[in-house]
């Protein structure tokens, strides 16, 4: 009896003992919180780490973060290691860190490799599972060899944009070049080499390299390069990748090349229209047209379809982006590298040459979305609208402190009593105006004011000494800014003095 006993409580010992393992392992956290006290330590270790900037408030960050410690969790015991971190940029002590690695938003993922040597934006999904997957393509080879036609048919597919390396031997300068720009073009776009260009399912298949051939689900679906340079490749690589018309629409598998529009540099065509109407086919073929014979000339071309994608478009589209409305397609609009736009609405096909002919000879007047200028602005705090930033503002003569907001934005709702104050502490000082411009319904002059978030605040000086307000948003530290950067016309009693008076009432 005494041993049955025994038995059994070595047998009950050891299931409590898996248990409270299995309970610890749960509970443990995959994701290591970095600092500013171990962050250079902890990446100087590692050839391979995700990091997480995120703050405490930020909803994003908060739906991430169950995903972002699963997928640390099932890549734990990944070969090779991949690691997962977190670093609070909202905490002051952690805020070099994130200011040297450009974090403007949360949450900000990095991938970062060789001990921090190298910086890699991430890019991939949000959820585990596809975190997992794209982690595991980052960690392993930047370019997967390609043994057989089945490989190269799984590998390629028909979705997406690939590059293939094609080698008589895996060694030697093109090919150590090919694995340079694989390794810098990664997060972007899939590499693979083979040996044998029989492999492969489109081009010639007598070739035996070296040669790089880039496939494409758009356009002539193919093309080579012979041209191993580096800065030549990676060039290729990215030129060949953009269709010649970017088609965005409710297709995902279209998604990734929209991004890549919108990233280009360069100025930008963009047709809107309903793709089921009458004259759709006869637009969207001259449209082609065109836009091929102006490919390599500093515009890139894009086709949008209104009735297939109004949720997708809305940022191109919407009242609060270009000012336009949907009853002016079909509507093309040229973006330009400065901000300027021009646009022609109700286009016909006939109307299109003619009109870029008149757009490339500068006789194209550009477009200013503008609320209308306020008949009455009397109120302590100036209502500026694009129409007016130059009689308010650039060419006012006077010390002008200017907001750019946007109506639904939280913080700028709690910052308007504020600035109220400050106004009507200058309002007998005829050299200083406080001023605000709704920055969703007016064009702003992007090489004068770089405004990426709200609000963001300037002060134009007198004289045209233009420097942002990064302080604290009180009313004191914003008078101070003032009264430190103005230029002095008047002799006007500075508002700092004249607020002492009521602040001694108070007490």
Known sequence: MASTVSFWSCIFLFSLIVALSAGEDESKEHVLTLDHSNFNETVSKHDFVVVEFYAPWCGHCKKLAPEYEKAASILSTNDPQVVLAKVDANEDANKEIANQYDVKGFPTIVILRKGGKSIQEYKGPREAEGIVEYLKKQSGPASAE???????????????????????????????????????????????????????????????????????????????????????????????????????????????????????????????????????????????????????????????????????????????????????????????????????????????????????????????????????????????????????VTNSGKNVLLEFYAPWCGHCQKLAPILEEVAISYQSDADVLIAKLDATANDIPSDTYDVKGFPTIFFRSATGKLVQYEGDRTKQDMIDFIEKNRDKIGQQEPAAAKEEEPAKDEL
Request: proline share 6%.
């Open 146 to 392: 390609l043994k057989s036609a089945d490989d190269a048919a799984g590998f390629i597919g028909d979705k997406k944009v690939v590059i293939v390396g094609v080698f008589p031997k895996f060694s030697g300068e093109e090919f150590e070049n090919f694995l340079a720009v694989a390794e810098k073009l990664r997060s972007d776009y899939e590499f693979g080499h083979t040996l044998d260009a029989k492999h492969l399912p489109r081009g010639e298949s007598s070739v035996s390299g070296p040669l790089v051939r880039l496939f494409k689900p758009f356009d002539e679906l193919f093309v080579d390069s012979k041209d191993f340079n580096v800065d030549a490749l990676e060039k290729f690589v990215e030129e060949s990748s953009i269709p010649i018309v970017t088609l965005f629409n409710k297709d995902p598998s279209n998604h990734p090349f929209v991004v890549k529009y919108f990233d280009s540099p360069l100025a930008k065509a963009m047709l809107f229209m309903n793709f089921s109407s009458e004259n759709a086919d006869s637009i969207r073929t001259k449209y082609q047209e065109l836009a091929g014979q102006h490919k390599g000339d500093g515009l890139v071309f894009l086709l949008g379809d209104i009735e297939a994608s109004q949720g997708a478009l809305q940022i191109c589209m919407d009242e609060q982006y270009f000012g336009l409305r949907e009853d002016q397609v079909p509507l093309v609009v040229i973006q330009t590298t400065d901000g300027q736009k021009y646009l022609k609405a109700n286009l016909e096909s006939d109307q299109i040459a003619p009109w870029l002919k008149e757009y490339k000879e500068g006789k194209v007047p550009a477009f200013k979305k503008s609320e209308p200028i306020p008949e009455v602005n009397d109120e302590p705090v100036k209502v500026v609208v694009a129409d007016s930033l130059g009689e308010l």
